[in-house]
């Protein structure tokens, strides 16, 4: 399938998370090409994070609904008090951070979690 768009994507997130597959065959599918990032074997910086930050409100890039989030301790979980102490949890746990995570081929951060529609108008 020959690609729609002349720029490379980077999906952030962890292969067996259902939404980022939903994501990743939805671009698939219209023939988007994107690098994929694999947050357990590649990790990410605190660098990478703030960036995301600059564009998406820290509501939406860390995930309270998550599994992992509501295995922390109290105590981690309070100390979660602005975007420097998320950003130390995110990166020493991933799997707190919503997925996917897409950015442009500019690194900037375009789409956080998977809608369809969403995706059509930011990517088609």
């Known amino acids: 399938m020959q690609t729609k768009i002349n720029f490379m994507l980077t999906v952030y997130g962890i292969p067996n998370c259902d939404t980022v597959k939903k994501a990743r065959t939805w671009l698939d599918q219209q023939g988007i090409?994107?690098?994929?990032?694999n947050y357990k074997?590649?990790?990410?910086t605190?660098?990478?994070i703030h960036n995301w930050l600059e564009v998406f409100p820290l509501e939406k890039v860390l995930n309270k609904a998550s599994t992992t989030?509501?295995?922390?301790?109290?105590?981690e979980k309070a100390a979660v008090k602005d975007n420097v102490s998320a950003t130390d949890l995110m990166v020493s746990h991933t799997s707190v951070i919503k997925r996917p995570v897409i950015?442009?081929?500019?690194?900037?951060?375009?789409?956080v979690g998977?809608?369809?529609?969403?995706?059509?108008?930011k990517f088609l």
């Open 114 to 121: 998977f809608s369809g529609k969403d995706y059509e108008e």
């Open 103 to 111: 950015e442009d081929a500019s690194g900037k951060a375009v789409a």
């Open 41 to 44: 074997t590649d990790g990410i």
């Open 33 to 37: 090409a994107y690098n994929f990032h």
């Open 46 to 48: 605190p660098e990478k």
């Open 69 to 75: 989030w509501k295995g922390l301790t109290d105590e």
